[in-house]
């Protein structure tokens, strides 16, 4: 019988002074190579607490996965990988829509109330400008906005001419930091896209204090590849992830082979092994260094694995004091409070058809220019992948997180865990459902079980909401108040989902989603439990929280055959907050269409398109007069012949007083509120 093992990256993370280890680090001293294979376990993803060990330890640990790397045949794995500002001579903006206030997360598109930096990609395809010459695969427009509210194109910058996507883009204190990808497409035999070798990606810091003349502060090209990246205050903190490798160290079925690459590798210098970074000179220098990697507590001399998680924090006021530090393990993603850094990821295994699901939680305590490790807590299930950021929430000395274990055929298990650091551990204090407080979360079918999978999670202060989903969408809102003793409040059940969900105050709450026909079902549903039902399009549902017992909801807007890309992401809402108990939204829409035309040969043919608006909603009152209003969109096109293309899972607003932009592509148009007939663009 074969064991089965999956990973999701659980997160590596290193902070060490810039520059890290020198060159002159050595392989383990006095190693002698070996006649016969060691004695080595099957590789598997670290679940435990971190410990610093010493550098041999962890040099052993990480070149043993090199070589169990190559030399399991049969292993799978699984899954993976709104402020408002008042400047006192721009008025007030939105900004990008942040989970945890104060913590900045990275977005395509940064505006500062003059200045608008959108990051625009080629997907790889070299587009030849007039003057003959290969315009760069990625750049970023910016533009400014003069005192009409009308913007014009003052700079276009070329940041890394070999990234093929950016990443995302951070505006600081007329800072602008630029995260680009530079793919290599090397995933190696068997492998995805957890710890693909040979990628590397730049960090780039520009002086925009001109925007129209920029000048570069720093370009690092780094090894390794994003998992995400947040800013708090005039720090950055960024999280890769990076595969140790070596070229010829390959699957072999011959025993004397085998044995000959163990001892390449573990010959090999520790330095050859670990990722680096280069400047803008061409200088090389060490991201990390042996002596400052964690590995599982639980790892002993027979266990390996090659993959490194780095946490690298810079600080953009003195960019050059860059420290970096690193896990020797995986992570599926990271969630940041304005005081912790808590990275997660989850370990699937399958053994005779039985799926066990381990989740990992490790704790670092966040200063101005350094991440220190605290404590890490292990816990059944997982946390899925669509925004799974937005499943967890820090308050005070405790940490929640929702996590589900089970499918949609044997039925689910949902749990609010709330979890408190003790003495190196994330020890859980409470969970929801307890003996207590039984009922589960999720609707229960007449067979006992919950079919329904979760949709949405946001906590906002002492309440998290929680959205389920099979043919309706019950919305369940729990008390925390008292973090050891959580109990269920109340729910509310109603046609369709919501896939994010925003609060607006303590009263109300705004869900998008989609909406869907109860009366209307198709095929595809389980054994127990009627077919799933056709989804009609995107839906807005503003929600009455002020009961927790009883919420409600108060008006819900449907955009038929559309979504919107808020399901997915959701810094492509919008907001703005008035002085007059008025919220303004902006809603990204997208439907596809079919045109029939006629070719030059007279025979008619059909072409698909999408066709890309901007949703502008208004939420007014307080509770009992709260109301949810459609007040029009913004269309985005070249002109009323043309047909507009570009990708609407990318649009991007902006409310700046009365002014509203919409962004789709690269372009912007611009319209006035509350009359959204008339608008200009695209600049």
């Keep these: 019988m074969f064991k089965y093992k999956g990973v999701v990256p659980l997160l590596l993370v290193t902070l060490t002074a810039c520059g890290g280890s020198s060159s002159s680090e050595k392989s383990p001293v006095g190693y002698q190579p070996v006649d016969a294979l060691p004695p080595l376990n099957a590789m598997s993803v670290p679940t435990g607490a971190l410990n610093k060990a010493s550098s041999s330890a962890f040099e052993r640990h990480l070149k043993q996965g090199v070589f169990l790397r190559a030399h399991e045949q049969y292993r799978i794995n699984f899954g993976d990988t709104n402020e408002q500002t008042n400047a006192q001579t721009r008025g007030s903006f939105s900004t990008t829509n942040l989970q945890e206030q104060g913590v900045d997360e990275a977005d395509r598109i940064k505006y500062d109330g003059q200045y608008l930096f959108i990051t625009q990609e080629n997907h790889g395809v070299g587009i030849f400008e007039g003057d003959g010459k290969t315009q760069a695969n990625t750049y970023i427009r910016v533009l400014e906005r003069d005192t009409s509210g009308a913007m014009a194109e003052v700079n276009r910058l070329v940041v890394n001419e070999e990234a093929t996507s950016i990443n995302g883009i951070y505006l600081h204190q007329d800072k602008l930091a630029v995260l680009s990808d530079i793919y290599s497409y090397d995933y190696g035999l068997g492998e995805i896209a957890f710890f693909p070798t040979n990628n590397t990606f730049n960090l780039s810091l520009l002086d925009v204090t001109n925007p129209a003349s920029t000048n570069e502060i720093l370009s690092f090209t780094i090894d390794g590849a994003v998992i995400d990246s947040r800013r708090i205050n005039n720090t950055l903190y960024i999280v890769s992830s990076y595969r140790a490798s070596m070229e010829g160290i390959v699957y072999s079925d011959q025993q004397q082979e085998k044995i000959n690459q163990y001892n390449r590798i573990m010959q090999t210098d520790i330095s050859e092994l670990l990722p680096s970074y280069t400047d803008s000179d061409g200088t090389v220098h060490p991201l990390v260094s042996a002596a400052d990697c964690l590995i599982s507590e639980d790892a002993t001399e027979k266990d390996g694995f090659d993959g490194l998680v780095t946490i690298t924090a810079i600080d953009l006021s003195n960019p050059q004091n860059m420290k970096s530090s690193c896990i020797n393990s995986q992570v599926q993603g990271l969630y940041a409070s304005s005081n912790s850094l808590y990275l997660y990821g989850t370990d699937y295994q399958i053994e005779q058809e039985i799926v066990s699901e381990t989740s990992t939680i490790h704790k670092f305590t966040l200063t101005e220019s ?21 499943r967890f929430s820090e308050s005070g000395d ?33 969970q929801l459902p307890n003996e207590e407080h039984s009922t589960p979360i999720g609707k229960v079918e007449k067979d006992g079980i919950v079919y329904e999978d979760i949709e949405a999670v946001r906590f906002f202060g002492d309440k998290a909401y929680i959205v389920t989903f099979l043919n309706s969408d019950p919305l369940y809102v729990l008390d925390l108040e008292n973090p050891l003793s959580p109990f269920m409040m109340g729910a509310l059940e109603v046609p369709g989902y919501s896939a994010y969900l925003h609060p607006i105050s303590d009263q109300l709450l705004l869900g998008v989603g989609q909406n869907v026909n109860p009366g209307i079902l198709t095929g595809g549903g389980t054994d127990n439990a009627e077919p799933s039902p056709i989804i009609e399009g995107a839906k807005v549902s503003l929600f009455d929280v002020s009961n927790l017992a009883q919420p409600k909801e108060i008006r819900s807007i449907v955009f038929e055959g559309a979504y919107t890309p808020i399901e997915f992401d959701y810094h492509a809402l919008s907001y703005l907050k008035m002085a007059d108990y008025t919220t303004r939204f902006a809603v990204p829409i997208e439907r596809w269409k079919t045109e029939t035309r006629v070719g030059d ?48 899972w990318q649009d991007r607003s902006i409310f700046h007083d009365q002014h509203i932009y919409y962004i789709h592509g690269e372009n912007v148009w611009h319209s006035m509120w509350p009359d959204l007939t008339e608008y200009s663009g695209p600049y």
Excluded at 375 to 389: C, H, I, K, P, V
Excluded at 399 to 412: D, P
């Design 398 to 430: 405790y940490l929640r997180v929702v996590t589900t274990s089970g499918n949609r055929q044997e039925g689910f298990t949902h749990r609010l865990n709330v979890l408190k650091e003790a003495v190196g551990q994330l020890a859980v204090v409470a």
């Design 601 to 648: 040969d007279e025979q008619k043919y059909d072409v698909w398109y999408t066709e890309n608006q901007l949703a502008i909603l208004e939420v007014t009152g307080i509770t009992n007069d709260s109301d949810l209003r459609d007040v029009g969109y913004i269309k985005a096109r070249e002109d009323d012949s043309e047909i507009m293309f570009g990708q609407g």
């Design 370 to 390: 350094d991440a220190n490790y605290r404590a890490s807590g292990t816990l059944d299930g997982r946390f899925n992948w669509q925004l799974s950021n937005l």
